[in-house]
């Protein structure tokens, strides 16, 4: 581990293309008849084994290298917050944070904050970090031409930048699906994936205030990066969102932070950017 952080490791791409390579002998082994068809049906399932682990685990490090944690040389972690920002959610966590001198960084959602400037707003006055959360947050972002993919990424730096923060550095992907479109995308835009070393899942319907508080505490020390949401997922486009548990989590997690000497900073703050 470095002062800058830990990343996905070299092996999973390593994997990646080793997946690749025995596909391709595959397929041309049995074009000529060298193998039989079952080998090369083997490799494929090798393959989309690959491809799920790279897309689920941005921690595999299959598609592209991705911030998982920060260093642990001092008493630091990072609270990050997807999906906002939120007109209900976002004040509320806000004034969570302030009541405990904690910053935070948000990836928001580019539609949300052309929809909601003022939270931007909100937020950098407060002295948190407004990162990139794609603009549309699509289920289907990650299967995506790497052409729309840099139209929709660059339309969230525009909308968060109109809002009055400086254009983000740093990408998390949808749902936190990863895929060699989204990887190539955020290179095109010199911004970083990030993932987390712990998350909530405040996001899901099923996830009660204390199974997620549980999954961050077992994860709480120096250098972590947290995942909730300050955003909650949108149904349909005539539905309303579905609340998020965020609050109520970080209510109870904000006090065992401080119980255990930890102090939530700005992903640039825990990286010394």
């Not at 799920?52 to 972690?77: M, Q």
């Not at 960084?105 to 407060?126: K, M």
Request: aromatic content about 6%; hydrophobic content about 50%.
């Amino acid at each position: 581990m470095t002062d800058r952080g830990v990343y996905s490791s070299r092996a999973g791409r390593l994997l990646h293309h080793a997946s690749l390579l025995v596909c391709a002998v595959g397929l041309a082994g049995w074009i000529f008849h060298i193998v039989s068809p079952l080998w090369f049906l083997l490799s494929l399932v090798l393959r989309f084994l690959v491809i799920a682990l790279g897309s689920f685990s941005a921690a595999s490090g299959v598609f592209g290298r991705v911030l998982l944690r920060g260093p642990t040389d001092r008493p630091l972690l990072a609270l990050t917050f997807d999906d906002g920002p939120d007109p209900d959610t976002t004040p509320q966590v806000l004034a969570l944070l302030a009541a405990h001198n904690a910053r935070a960084t948000f990836f928001v959602i580019g539609e949300r904050a052309v929809r909601h400037p003022a939270l931007i707003a909100q937020l950098v006055a407060a002295g948190h970090q407004v990162e990139n959360h794609s603009h549309r947050h699509s289920w289907a972002t990650a299967f995506g031409p790497v052409s729309r993919l840099v139209s929709d990424f660059s339309s969230a730096q525009a909308s968060v930048v109109s809002a009055g923060a400086r254009a983000p550095r740093f990408f998390r992907a949808p749902i936190g699906i990863l895929s060699p479109p989204i990887v190539e995308a955020a290179r095109k835009l010199n911004l970083q994936l990030v993932g987390w070393s712990a998350k909530a899942r405040d996001g899901w319907e099923s996830t009660t205030v204390s199974a997620a508080l549980a999954r961050l505490l077992s994860s709480l020390e120096p250098g972590a990066i947290l995942l909730l949401h300050d955003g909650g997922e949108q149904l349909s486009s005539r539905a309303a969102n579905r609340p998020t548990i965020a609050p109520q989590v970080l209510a109870q997690l904000l006090p065992q932070m401080e119980a255990r000497g930890l102090q939530s900073v700005t992903l640039s703050e825990l990286l010394r950017e």
